[in-house]
Each structure stands twice: as C-alpha cells, then as structure tokens.
C-alpha cells in the first residue's frame, strides 16, 4: 500500500530531491505526529531518505497497523498502536517526545502544546514545528499573541498549495465518502447539514451537493453565511437547520460546535459525521453510546430525552478514522510542503513566531505536480509584464 | 446491518402489507438469486413475512457471510459461501435449483439460463421469473424472439422506478465510490473513460464529472454519443479514449468491451473497473494476474507486452465485489419492485414472454416512498385535466 | 444572421444533401408554421433549396421582421408581421393555409388543428405533417384515438435526436436565460419553483440548479417526482412550492398548470416564466396586466386581491418570445429531423395516425452533427456482436 | 428600469441608511465613473439623497441612454453619451473632473489616473478614491509603490463582500450570458478557453462548466493552473489551448493577454469575449474588423494571415457592453461598499495609500442582504468562544 501510494505522490518526490539537495535535515531528529497511514508513512520515509533521525507518532483510533509495522521494519522509531488504551496512547505520546526532536509535523498543535505544558523539557531540543491543519495554526496563533510560544514555526496548513487543495477537495471528497461508505445510504435526494462554511466545509458542502444532496450551511460570519447562499446552499441557524437533516457533518475547526442539545433537535436516525479537528466538535458527552457498532463505523448514541442518532467514527474526525484519510493526490501536495517546511526550519534561523511558507516553495510544489501530470503553463510577454507593472 | 437497512426501505415495506394483502405468495416456493447483502436479505425476510418458502442463493465473491448467517438464522434455506471454489459454487447453485422454485428473482438471467438448457427438469415447477438488471433482460428477450423461453418473465429493471434510479443514480454513486475507496484516489482533476452511455454509464460518468474528473465517453450508438457530447464530456473511440485515462469504466451491459488489446493502450497504472453486468465486459483472459492484491479488492493485471493496469474486484462487477451494492434509497424501491413483481406473477396468468410491470404498480412504489420522505405532489385540476385531454 | 446560423448547422446542411438526393420534395409546395427566427428561416430556405414552394407562417410575438423580409427578398412566400393585430393575424393564417400545403411542419398543432375544423377545405391538398412539440403531438394522439386525425402525421418531437437534446438542453438553458436577461437578475442564492419535469421542465431545473438555484419541482406523477426528489430537487405541491419562489417557471405542457389563484400565494415581486407550449400554460386571465413594461420583455400583473408578479414576455413561451429561441446547435439536429421528416412524409404512403421517425434517420441526424464537430464512436467487435445477440 | 433594480438591492438601501446617519457625504462633491446603467444609477441617486452633489460619468460603448436621461432629470450632473466620438469623450472626461470632484467612485483607475498625469490641478481638491475593480486596484499600487500615489484610496474591489461575490458569481454569470445571447450558441458540448484563473475567470469557468462545455484554463502562475486542475478543468498553455475553442474568454486583468498571434492558432468562427478590465486584454490592434455586425453585439475580424474569428463587443468588457452588466444582487453588494467606502474616506483622515474597508463595514454589508432574504446564522456559544480564544 505505501508503494501504492508512493508512486502517485510526485510532489513529495521532488521535495525529496530538493531537500537532500539542502541538506539541512541530514543528521536531525524529525518527530512526525499525523495520522499514520500509507501516505503520511511515505513522508517519513522521506524524511528518514535524506537523512534524517525519524519518529513516528500515531493516534489510537486511525493508525493502520501494517503501515506502523512496515515503518518500524524500516528503522524508524514507531509510536503507534491501533486501539490502545487511554493510558498507552499517554505513554506512547511520552516516548515519542521523548526521542528530544528537534524539527516537529504536528497535526492540530497536539503534541506541541504538551511540550509547552506539561514537558518542557523537550523545548530545549525543538528547534521548529510544521503545523498542517488549521484547528492546530489557530491556537499557535493564539500563543503567538499571548507571548506564550516558544518556537518558530511554519504554518503549513496557510501555504495556498495546502489551503486551496487539501482542505477543500481531499476533505470533501474522503469524509462525504466516509459517511456513505459506513451507512450505505445515498447523497442524491438527502438533506445535509453543514456546520461550518471555510474550506473543509465548502468542501464538504461542494461534494454532498454535486452528489445531489440539498445542503444547508450553518455560520457565525455573515460573509461565510453570504457566501454559502450565492453557492446555492441554503443557510439557517444550526438549531434549526439540524431539525429535518439525513446527514450532519460539522466543520467549524471549533470545540463544541454541535451538543446533545442539537441533537435534540434532529430527527431519529439522523447520521452524524465531524469533518474538522477543532476538538470536541461534537461534544457528545452528553450522550449515551450503544454497546456495539450497528454497522462498521457507525454507533448509536442516545440524548437523556431519548432521541438517538448514528454517529460515525465516535465523533472522532471521519475521514482519517472511518477512511482512510485525504486522497492520495491532495496529500501530495500537503506532504510534499511538510517537508519543504521541515527543511526550511532547518536552513534558516527563524524567529520565534509563525511563519508562512516563502510563496516560490508553494509555486515549486504545485509546479512538480503540475509537470507530473503533463500540464503546461504560460510565461507573461515582455507586452504582458509591462501592462502588469506600470500604471 | 439488515435492521439498519430495513429502517431505510419504506417502499419495501409499503411493497409487504400490499404483497400480504394479496396472499398470492402465500405458501409458494420463491427462489432468490441476487447479490446476498444487508438489502437484499430483508427481500428475502420480506417474502418470507408474507408466508413464502425462500430460498436464496449468492456468489462466491459478493456474498457478506454474516447477511447469510442470520438469513439461514431465520429459517430461510441458504445456498452462498463467500470464497467458494468454482466446485462449490457449482453445488450450491444445483441445490438452490433443487428447491423446485415455483417464482424466481435472478439477477443476469443466470439461473434462468441454467434451467432452460441444463436444468430443464426445473422447469416443471417454474411458474414465473422477476428479472433485476439489464443484462439479464436482454438474453431473456432474445430467447423470448427465438421462441426458447418456456416461462413468463417480468422486467423489473425496465420498470421506471427501476430504470430511472437505480440504474443511474445507484450505481453511479456506488461504482466510483468503490473505485476510490479501493485506491484512495481522488476523481478531481482525474481524466475517466466510460465504455458504454446507456443508464450505468450515464450514471458514472455523471457522478464522476460531479466530482471534478474530465469524463470521456465511448459509444457505438450515435445518438448516445451525441448526448454525451452535450452533458459536456468528451467522445472517442475506445481505444483512443484510454490512452490518457487514470480510470477506466465498463458500463455497456455487453461482454467483451473491454480486451487486454485495449489494455495496451493504456497509461501503466490505469485503474480500471467494470460497472456493468454483461459477462465478461472486461475480458481478462489475455492479461496476467499478480499473485497478490496491492490493496483490498485491488490487483495487478499485466498484458503480453508488459502493460501493467490495476483491476478492481479481478474484473468482477464493482460496487457488489468491493463495495456493498448500491445505495439503500434506490434499492428500496428496486427491492420493492421485486416484491411486487414475484405477487404480480403469483396473481396472473401471464403468457410465456417478457412482461412490463403494470404502470400503476411503478407509481405505488414511487408513491410509498415519496410518502416516508415527506414529499407531496398535485392531483390535476380540471382545467388541467380538460386541457390535457383534449384537442 | 441567417449565414451566421446556417454555418453552425451542419446537421441541417447533410440532411439537405439527402434530401436533395430523394427528390420527393421537389415540386411539392411545403408550409412551415414555426417561429420565425434565424435558425427556422435556414430550415425555410433548404426546403426550397431542394426544390419546394416555400410558404411561411410567423406569429405576431415571436417573429423577427429581418428574417421575414429576408425570406420574401429570396423567394418564399411570407405571412407574418411582428406586432400584427389579433385580426390581421387571422388574416395571416388564412392567406397561409391558402397556398394549398401537401406537407406541412407545425408547430404545437396550430395549424393543423384549424385545418381538421374551420379549413376543411385545406384537407384536399393536405398530405402530411411534421409536428415539432410536445404539446402538439399531445392532441393529434388525441385526435388519432377520437378518429378525428385525417392525415398522416410524423412526431417528430418524439425522436431520440429531438427530444432528448432540444427539450432538455436547449429550452433549459434559452428559458432561463431569457428570464435572466429580462430581469437581470442572478440564479445563484435564488429559489426556483419548476412546474413539470418533463423534458422540458428537467432542462429548466438542471439549468437554474446548475446557475446556484434553489429548485423546487412541482409534478402529478409520482416517478417523476421521484426523479426529481433523487436528482437533488425539492418537491412539493405547486400551491406551497410558490410561497417562497423567486422565479416560477411552467414545464408541463398542459394548459392551465398556473391560475391567479397560485399567483395569490407568491410573494409580491416574484418572476414568472412560461417554458412549455401548452396553451395557456399560465392562465392570466384572472390578472391585470400594468400598462407598461417595467423593461423590455417584463410587465407587472396583479391579482384582484392585489398581488403584483412580473410576467415575462405576456405569459408567451418566453425563448422564444423574450430571447431568440433555442440554441443553434440543438436546432440544427431539431431542423434537420423536420426536414427528413418531411421527405419521409412526401416517399412514403403512411397511413392516416401519428408515426415516429424511422431509428435510422435518426442515427443519421445524430451522426452528422458527430461527424461535424470531429468525434469518432466505435463498431462493435466480432465478440461483442456475439454477446449481444446471443443467450 | 432604475426602480426594479432598487427594489432589488437592500444592502444598498441598508448602506444609505446608515451613510445618511453618518452625515459625513452632506454637502460633498462626488463623482461616480462607474459603467452607466440603472443599478449604477442607484448608487448615484443614493448619493445624492444622502445629501451629496453628484456628478456622472459614462463611456460611449455602455451607457443606458435612458439611464442618463433619468439621472439628469433627478438633477445629477451626467457627463454620458452612448455612442460619442473620442474626441467628445474627452470632453466628457474633462467635464466629469472640473467638477472639482472630492469624493470618487472610480473604475479601472482610468479618472485617478488621468487626475494624477494630465489633470494634477484637480489633485487640490480631489479627498478620496473608492475603486471598484482589480484591474484599477492593481496600478493604485503600482503609484503607491512608486510614491507616485497622492490620494488616500479605499480598494473596495477587495473586500470580502465584493472580491468574493461580484468578480465570482456576478462576472461569470454575466460574461457567459453575454457571449450566448450574441451569438445564440450553447455551451453544452463546446470548448471554451480561459485565460486567467483568478476570481473572474474562475467565475467563468464555473459557469461554462455548469453549462456543460468543456474548459482549458490557461494561467502564469502554478498554484491557480493547480487549483484549475482539481477542479476539473483541462490546463494548457494559451497557444495551444485555443486551437480547438468555440469560446475564447479572457480574465486576466493584465493587458495584451491575447494578440493576433493567438488567434492566427484558433479555428475560423471562434468566439472571443473579453471578461477582465485590463486593457486592452485582448489587442485587437494585429486585426482587421469586418464593416457591419454580423448580429448585434458580434463582428468577425481577420488577421493578416486570412483567420477570421467573432469577437464580442468589439473587445470591450462583454458583460457591460454587450449585456447589462452584472446581476442586481451582486451589485447591490458592491454598490453599498461603494457609497460606504466614499462615506468612510469622507469620515477618516486616511494617509495616503491603498486602503482596506474595514472588516466590520464588510460585515454589516453582508449582514443586511441576509436579512432581506430572510436568512439567520448564529452567535458563537460560551463554550465555542473559549474554545476559539484559547490554546
């Protein structure tokens, strides 16, 4: 599988060539904490190619065991178990961080806000942190302007060739995907709610509505709620908008956007699917899970006023734990920047902040895969130029 | 997963109280020979509900095991191991044959075929057959216009309810959806072939255009080739066609569309999947197996001369091998209508020959399920109606 | 624009050369009743290129005096004046049916209605007709099963290549472009109430679905409810689908689909737009008319309890009225069919009743505008044929 | 023509208003040099209820001569002839600025422009410059750069409620529209190229796309040729993309974008349109123009070699030139930034530069046409807000 997903990964080829090129990261320690599956193991694996010292970190609910044995075999340092304990995923978590990383992937600031808590000890080695997901830019961002961070770090999520591409058709497409594949219903002729109008919820609502669902958006800011109606979704306060859905996704990148009282609300039945990582999305702590999965994926679980809904992956993010994560090609393009990001960190001494990625490493990695593809692109005419810089 | 499925078949069972109502299946043998999932095990239950004595049969490569293990659970008499050899198969298809069915569901035509050529002795107590697909209507034709069909048939896939739905909107979703799930690929930005525009086709190429992939369509029929052009896709000789495609699709409902010749003129790589029932649409007697799937449902296929593509579910039909089947909406009222066809026959002394499902039969079951989602419609005014029969 | 027209019909162009080669037209005197546009006005021209009198009706809403002077400069003889009087129109109807018509193209059975009652006379010389809409084809079956039909008629609207491209793609897209252009106004954000999905009305919605609407479908017939449920519409009963309506379109082919009552439960402001040609379709007689257009094509009309919608192009079928028709492409395969059926009617002794088009003149339609825009199908192979043919 | 449209533009109602209450336009010159026609007209009457003194200007090739009239007759000061000469445009010109204009509405930076080189006098009581599009944004920054800037400007063209609406959904819809209403062709089935992926163009080619042709992108910049790919659209390199058109659009705000070398490669009779305002985005200067319209709004022009292709409003702006400009919704959102922007340069005392609006004034914009169409969205929850605020 990782083979697999190598070969449709040309982007994160050609960072690979540049970055041994560099030669930055030869020798570092590289901690990775995303999800670990095919693609993301083809990262490491790239990174432990140009030589870096690579860990890997991987969650209890979306590792894919093969994946962290075939890494392991391959000599990087595994933390990862599919299904374990509350307590051995603390204790992976411990030992990963223990490995004294000095260039850090992270994936929604988990593992870099506990070293600035509860271990920091390990700030004395981490020299930069790569963040991919915009629920983890927010709160570096936070830290940022409350004096609080401590280390330079580049928002990889920001870079357009992230933003415009995975965040839009990857989340679209894997967690609408996610949630036919563990109900086995249909999007034609549903009623979607979509909570959440940046990119992954555009994206979501983009994909359901050319599946032939009606979409209706839910949003805090008039211009996302704006823009929801010109796309031709409707738009409605969430309590409302949940009263007569098929199918839920929220997408806020926010804890606590969707609560038991919401699902009050919903009709009986009601599929409920979290497509961002600001945690809890869905805050069902106020609800009472049925013992087994009634399919794959997908669990019942009760309100204390006795309306039940489905939801998948236990409101963990369901693209990633009842799929198998973003398409292959949009992951490209991701990968291939946290890599870029990872050997950036390591070339320059960067303040301490959050930093964009320079604008030409994002126009080298949409350009790889763009020539992988066979697509040609224009230069501007001397004519052009002139026209585009005076006035 | 079948009470799951059941909650979403309203239609099926509106199809039950009328079938009940009947009592003309009451105590007769019905013989069930569709793909053996969650769906279509609550048919199975439901013809048992209404006192017939089941039988059903399922593939080797189709059948969910735990479906047919709370069937046979129930009472029902099971003929379906999932992986059986060839031999086995062979077995359970006489076994299921030996059930001296008197009303039969088939799907392609195959156990009808069986017993007007080898199973003759069947025919004695064969009073009627409900037939699902389109590849199965078309040889149930050509023996009805060769004068060797010696048992009254109905259409149910000519049915609209049938036609309209299923064909395009279910198996449209549930095709791409397996082949995206089996590669983790996305469709945006892909370029993607359909052999064959007819209502499959259609169906795929619809959903995969939805999806952003350039779609280019091949036809031996000007006038569906000409339709594709208009709905936007690209038209072209089959063999042109995928010299550039990341996936291919067969959808013509014809065996042999699909040659390792075409295999040649492939990109290495290719993916591709058959979407329709005509046996063998993709022809792979010329091509080479790799001893091992490089993903589930996922395999290496190599020609002559070298071209390796990667073939979805070894070239059986997709959405039934490497997924679940179509959608629960449309195989609601596909399900229905064989409920309603398997009566019909049991009422009626239908002629020997091909039959329609009576129109007002169609409307029942688009009715009940427009009614359990919630949709109303007009009755005529009589205006309306004086204007509409009049001239 | 009759040249710039002609050059983007090459379907028309071969399907005169075929024409021209049968040689049943020449010399026949041939009338054409169907809006008087660039496209129709080639059609009027070919059929006097291969030899006929050419006489042609034009009525006083739709026709372009440019294209009918255009006309009577070449030759043929002309009976329409834009903005004529309802007498001199009757005057023009008259003087038409007077050129002693053999085979006549209708349009929506005007003519040969008014034949069969007031110009009996007309029936001596009358031996053919070529009907081009739905909602003429309507009440000559009609006619044929009351035994009132006297002359062999070709349903031309009933062939594949008609309808299942000017219906569906060019009455969409030119109907609600002409609403848009008469108003202004945008489809994104907008709720759009189709009445009918037939054809015409599922063109219409796919279209405003296409452009950003919100589409609720309206219908008597419960699968084609359906289908609009499952391609991704609202449905609801026309009564409450107005109440939230931007745009109102009418699809239905049947007069009287929309009354003043309905009018009374649509916001005041809201568009209506006739896209079907069953006349009336929209029933203003229980509405004032304003005494001006509010802009060109538009005008306001109120209710007796006083609710103001604004009426495109007076109620009349608003492509053709308040735009240009359809689209040339979709009119060169629908001019095309008209012409060979013309032929059809003029080599052949058809009996007296309603015929369609013989499949082969309708692959050859579609083939030549294939062939036109440079796109290859394919023959189906030695084993295909085998397993197409074969049980 | 003028109350249609306001009755379809709350936000610009809402923002007179609030203008109103401000006081700050009370009594002040300004100058609207926006395209003539009756949503601008709206803004200009707004300004003056609000208490200002109005001047207007408009162009020869898309002025509403009614429009004009209707304005002058209100009492506006209307520098604005369809149809005048060059030199009488200058007068115009001239005219519109010794109006001593403080407060300016400008389009394309053609009157700030021309106020900083030919008329510095004008500079003395020139206070403010409110753009409305890219093409005028992008040199306001350039003389910003440069120093050459002497006026404070608000970019209104990049706020939100403008950037993603007008340039997206309002230009595509419009361009397109006007491209088949002068040549009543259908996108469905045809090639259409666009050079220039930014908002515009997007906006294009998500509407040719909608309409069911097939779309090449064509871009200098990888990251949107990237973004044009996943969404669906072949990317190519202009020169070879228009060899197989029907459409040619042009988006790219940047001037000699498309020359007659280009159209030396496009098949006789393609379409040209230009959608940007960067002029001349397509020169015409290598072509020679045929003597009469062939339709109104479409002429063909031959470049030296002998290749004939139609171009759209003689390369003018195709929406306001050969179409009524954008939609009225879209406008009324740029139209209330628009007397917003002039209220807040009027209210501040702005250094010199380029300006943002401010994010609430974006907000409120937005805000109000949500309400007129009735649409609610949500205030954050306690628990949402921490989760937004914290780390």
């Not at 991987?58 to 075999?73: F, I, R, Y």
């Not at 933003?163 to 989340?171: H, K």
């Not at 969707?258 to 961002?276: I, K, N, Y």
């Not at 087994?292 to 369901?318: K, W």
Request: contains cysteine; proline residues 4%.
């Amino acid at each position: 599988m990782i083979d697999f997903a190598r070969a449709h990964m040309p982007a994160l080829a050609a960072a690979k060539v540049a970055v041994r090129a560099s030669g930055a990261l030869d020798g570092r320690r590289v901690g990775i904490a995303l999800t670990l599956e095919p693609k993301t193991a083809c990262l490491a694996e790239a990174a432990a190619a140009v030589g870096a010292e690579v860990a890997v970190l991987g969650s209890s609910h979306s590792t894919k065991p093969a994946v962290a044995e075939a890494l392991a075999d391959a000599g990087l340092s595994v933390f990862a178990e599919a299904g374990a304990s509350p307590e051995r995923v603390g204790e992976l978590r411990e030992g990963f961080i223990d490995t004294r990383i000095e260039y850090l992937s992270d994936d929604g600031a988990g593992v870099v806000r506990q070293i600035h808590t509860k271990r920091r000890d390990a700030l004395e080695h981490l020299r930069g942190v790569a963040e991919e997901t915009t629920s983890g830019v927010r709160p570096l961002r936070v830290m940022e302007a409350e004096g609080a961070l401590e280390v330079p770090c580049v928002a990889v999520n920001d870079a357009r060739t992230k933003l415009m591409f995975d965040n839009v058709y990857g989340t679209g497409q894997s967690v609408v995907m996610a949630a036919l594949d563990v109900t086995n219903m249909q999007m034609a002729g549903s009623s979607v709610v979509v909570a959440g109008y940046g990119r992954v919820g555009r994206g979501i609502a983009l994909m359901a509505h050319a599946l032939g669902a009606k979409v209706t958006v839910t949003e805090i800011d008039p211009v996302a709620a704006l823009r929801a109606h010109h796309d031709g979704h409707n738009v409605a306060p969430l309590e409302d908008a949940v009263a007569r859905a098929d199918f839920v996704f929220t997408a806020s990148g926010i804890g606590h956007t969707l609560t038991s009282a919401h699902v009050d609300q919903m009709p009986d039945g009601t599929v409920v699917a979290v497509g961002g990582a600001g945690r809890p999305e869905f805050d069902i702590s106020g609800l009472t899970p049925d013992g087994n999965e009634i399919r794959p994926g997908l669990r019942g679980y009760t309100t204390e006023s006795g309306r039940t809904v489905f939801v998948v992956a236990d409101a963990y993010c369901a693209n990633t734990s009842a799929g198998e994560g973003n398409p292959v090609e949009v992951m490209d393009l991701s990968l291939a920047l946290q890599l870029r990001a990872l050997d950036y960190l390591a070339s320059h001494q960067l303040p301490v902040g959050v930093h964009l990625l320079p604008a030409d490493i994002d126009d080298e990695v949409a350009a790889s895969q763009l020539a992988a593809v066979g697509v040609g692109i224009d230069v501007p005419s001397p004519a052009q130029t002139r026209a585009a810089t005076t006035w």
